[in-house]
């Protein structure tokens, strides 16, 4: 299975489902970004391009990566 990508033409968070281990640090770390209630429930718009950069830096599966958009 492919990785899932969420874009606001900023950034684009991509989530790949086969190779989390669902510690939810994204969740707590940014809620306003991961919330496993919403769908769609990756927003790139909860937070600054900087802050998810930051936060998916700290995935400890690497299921979540980040790719900067051209302007």
């Known amino acids: 299975m492919a990785a899932k ?3 606001n033409g900023t950034i684009t968070i991509t989530y790949d489902a086969e190779v ?3 510690a939810a640090r994204c969740v707590k770390g940014l809620p306003g970004v991961v919330d496993a209630n919403r769908k769609p429930w990756i ?3 909860g937070a ?3 802050e998810i950069e930051a936060q998916v830096a700290r995935c400890p599966s690497g299921a979540l990566g980040f790719l900067r958009n051209a302007d």
């Open 20 to 22: 989390c281990t669902h």
């Open 5 to 7: 990508q969420h874009t």
């Open 48 to 50: 600054t391009p900087s």
């Open 43 to 45: 927003d790139p718009d």
